[in-house]
Structures are given as structure tokens and as C-alpha cells.
């Protein structure tokens, strides 16, 4: 891969990659299951789940184990056959809060048999978003939003795959594309029926060539792909939607209010195994990056602690000093080992004691306004931060605090070391 070492934002700054570019060019290595898989009963943007099995009952993998009505419900699926052993309180990364788990003891590691392939022709609309919604599919670029409710959207006249992967510490994606480039091909023409539409854009900051097979058969199909220039800042869907067809989303709005849908090139994947194979989503891929390793790619199991890869990989307590998952500018620091990962969880970055929290020697806010002068969005950090101290939601409403797309880059920039995105995201909640 012939990226940059750099991605450059505007503010005349940029971020450094080498942790994407370090495991870019590695297939992805198949985790074994944990000896007992902690599964989320919630692991989507919605309510929770209710359990649909008990203590000491038996489960096999791919077994529906949690389902809620309405149509934000997405069910959830045992990663392995085995026995359920309990129901605890785990901290959930994502909602930094403690949420219902089951605890599977693992007895068999295979995964469940495989339906019968199902054509491309043989489906419809209604068949696609139906399985689809059974197989437990979310977006899988981090957001976890029900994929059927953006599949069951009316009158959208674009649909765009997001295989831009700008995050500095991630490169699932980019293997996806590289590893497994017809099933990926297959789930976006699934996505682009049931949407009824013809107009699909593939949207990559990789360079022209480089995806090889994927390309070709995005071409073979009428598939456009753009290569936008190699940044972090565009990471919203929003954003996205204005960079590759200038259309504006306004604030408030999404954007199938403006006839586009878009998802990740990891969720097309996962409708395709979904819908053709029969495959409910019970494993992904993630980057893992360590001083030791290197940057890693692997696929596991939803539901497997963090301890059971640290084993896996020979990685000893003595030499971590913090565990972030997903995005290193987006996601969160775990407490513990003891914490699965889940359909959100696209990469796990291991910090030793030589590179400690920097957040946690904050100096005062000196008002440069660098915040403000990189936000891809246009608000006011540090607005933001002194309205959300004071507890004052009218502010927070007039500063468009649910605006915020929680990229980070305030953060990263902040000669004070503040962790302004904190604020923004306890604004959010505020205003909610």
C-alpha cells in the first residue's frame, strides 16, 4: 500500500498512521473462541434485548439468545455452542455504563452449519430486510445503527459504501476489501435493491489500484468508486454525503432526508453472508495494534474478553497499562480485562506504561480556539466544555451540541491537553 505516513487536516496539522500501515498488508488471523463468551444482550443504537434463554440452558452458535419488539430491536446471537452459565452486569465500553450480559460456557467451537446459498434473484425487498433484521446486522463502522430501519428508508436516489477507513489505527476494512472483495460485492447489490436504487458510490481514500480484484469487480457491476484525498477530518456520514455529492445535511437531519443512505463496506459484507448464507453476525474482524505485536488483524467471536486475545497473542499484565476499543480518536479506555468485545468493536490498541494517558495532566483552557478551527463540523468546543460544567442545556442547544460527530480532533489538538471530547459527548446526553 503506497499511503502516505501522514494524514493532513486542515488547521495545518496532521495525524500520524503508522499504526494503520503497520498492519495494512496483514491477513486476518481467526481468534479462537474464549472458554466462556460474554455476550451484550444490547450491541445497537436502540433499547435493550430481553434474554429468550435461562441459566443452564443449552445454546448452539448462531442460536438467537436475545430479541425486543419495535424497529429499532436487533437481535443478538450466541458466538458458540455451549451452556449458558449466568446473567451479569458488565461494563459496556460504548455506554460507559453496566449492562445485562449472558455468560456462555463454551463446549463446541465449531460454527453452525451454513443454510443453502440463496440467488441474488431469488430475493426482494421485503425478504432482504427481513433477514437481514433475523441475522442481527448493525453498521459495523462503529455506530452499530439498526441496518434494517436505513434499508427500509423510501425514495433514496444514492447509495454510498463508506470504504474510507480514516481512522489511523484501523485497516479491517482495507483487508476486507483486499481478503473477501465478492462477498462484499454481493451484499452492496442486496443493500442497493432493497433500497430500489441504481446509483451506488464506493468511497475509499486508498489510491487507485491498490484494492486490485475489489475494483475490477466493482466495475464488472457499474459501480462507481471515488478516492477522496487522505484525511481523518470527513468521518461522519454527513460529511461524507457532501464530499462525494455536495449535498448538504442540515443540522437536526440524516441523510435520507436528502435521498442518500449510507453504510460501511463491512456491513455490505455482513449482509451478504446474512442474507445468501445464512450467517447471522456473530463474529467481525478488528486491528489490533501493540507495541509488542505490531498491528494485527483478526476476526473473533462477538463476546470474547479482552484477556482471551492478550493470551492469545502473548501479551502479559505487567506490560499494559491501558486498553482502548475501536477508533484510538473515537473510542474508550476499558477498566479491565474482563470486557467483550461486541458488533461495535472494530479494534483494540494496547498502551504500556511508557506511553501513559496524556489526559490525565490537564492544564487550564488558555482559549486559542484550535478547537474550534478544526472541527469538521463548524461548533465551539470550548463553549461547548464551559456550557456542559455549568449544566446549562439551553446553551448547549443554541451551540449544536448534538452536532458533534465525537471525531476527536479537539481533543488531539488541545495544547492544554483537555479532553473536550468528554464534554461534548456528557452535552449530548444532556440535551437528550
Known amino acids: 500500500m503506497m499511503m502516505p505516513q501522514h494524514f493532513k487536516e486542515k488547521g495545518r496539522f496532521s495525524i500520524d498512521i503508522s499504526m494503520k500501515l503497520d498492519a495494512i498488508n496483514k491477513p486476518f488471523q481467526e481468534v479462537p473462541p474464549p472458554d466462556e463468551a460474554v455476550v451484550f444482550l444490547r450491541q445497537h443504537v436502540g433499547s435493550a434485548n430481553q434474554p429468550l434463554v435461562k441459566k443452564r440452558e443449552s445454546v448452539e452458535a448462531g442460536q438467537k439468545v436475545g430479541d425486543a419488539k419495535g424497529d429499532f430491536a436487533v437481535p443478538v446471537h450466541s458466538p458458540v455452542t455451549g451452556t449458558v452459565k449466568t446473567m451479569r452486569q458488565v461494563f459496556n465500553p460504548i455506554s460507559r455504563e453496566k449492562e445485562q450480559a449472558l455468560v456462555i460456557t463454551t463446549e463446541d467451537t465449531d460454527l453452525p452449519l451454513k443454510e443453502d446459498s440463496v440467488g ?6 421485503e425478504r432482504i430486510i427481513e433477514k437481514v433484521r433475523e441475522s442481527g446486522i448493525v453498521g459495523l463502522g462503529g455506530a452499530a445503527f439498526p441496518t434494517h430501519i436505513k434499508l427500509s428508508a423510501k425514495n433514496i436516489d444514492h447509495l454510498i459504501i463508506n470504504a474510507k477507513e480514516s481512522d489511523p489505527n484501523l485497516a479491517c476494512d482495507v483487508r476486507l476489501m483486499l481478503d473477501r472483495p465478492e462477498s462484499i460485492v454481493d451484499g452492496i447489490k442486496l443493500m442497493a435493491r432493497a433500497l430500489d436504487t441504481r446509483d451506488i ?17 466493482l466495475q464488472e457491476n457499474n459501480i462507481r468508486m471515488v478516492w477522496l484525498h487522505p484525511s481523518y477530518s470527513v468521518g461522519s456520514e454527513r460529511l461524507l454525503v457532501k464530499e462525494v455529492l455536495n449535498r448538504e445535511v442540515p443540522s437536526g437531519r440524516y441523510p435520507p432526508d436528502v435521498g442518500v443512505v449510507v453504510h460501511n463496506v463491512a456491513t455490505a459484507y455482513a449482509v451478504a453472508r446474512a442474507v445468501l448464507h445464512g450467517e447471522p453476525l456473530i463474529s467481525r474482524g478488528l486491528t489490533f495494534y501493540s507495541e509488542k505485536t505490531g498491528g494485527r488483524n483478526l476476526w473473533l467471536r462477538m463476546g470474547t474478553p479482552a484477556g482471551h486475545v492478550m493470551n492469545y497473542l502473548e501479551i502479559s499484565p505487567e506490560d ?44 487550564p483552557c488558555i482559549r486559542c480556539g484550535y478547537c474550534n478551527t ?15 460544567k455549568k449544566g446549562d442545556r439551553e446553551r448547549l ?21 483537555i479532553r473536550l471530547t468528554g464534554y461534548l459527548q456528557n452535552g449530548k446526553r444532556r440535551i437528550k
Not at 491501558?322 to 480518536?329: A, E, K, P, T
Not at 477498566?335 to 494517558?357: H, L
Not at 463553549?383 to 456542559?388: C, F, R, T
Open 397 to 417: 442547544r443554541r451551540l449544536h451540541v448534538e452536532d458533534c460527530i465525537n471525531c476527536g480532533l479537539c481533543s488531539y489538538v488541545c495544547p492544554s491537553i
Open 320 to 363: 499494559v497499562e491501558r486498553v482502548i476499543f475501536g477508533s484510538i480518536m473515537m473510542g474508550n479506555s476499558i477498566p479491565d480485562w474482563s470486557v467483550p468485545t461486541s458488533k461495535y468493536t472494530s479494534g483494540m490498541t494496547v498502551f504500556t506504561s511508557a506511553e501513559p494517558d496524556p489526559y490525565r495532566r490537564t492544564l
Open 374 to 388: 478544526v472541527c469538521p463540523v463548524d461548533i465551539y468546543p470550548q463553549l461547548i466544555m464551559e456550557a456542559d
Open 120 to 125: 441474488l434473484d431469488e430475493l426482494n425487498r
Open 201 to 217: 458510490v464506493v468511497a475509499t481514500r486508498t489510491e487507485k489500484g491498490e484494492l486490485g480484484n475489489f475494483e475490477e469487480l
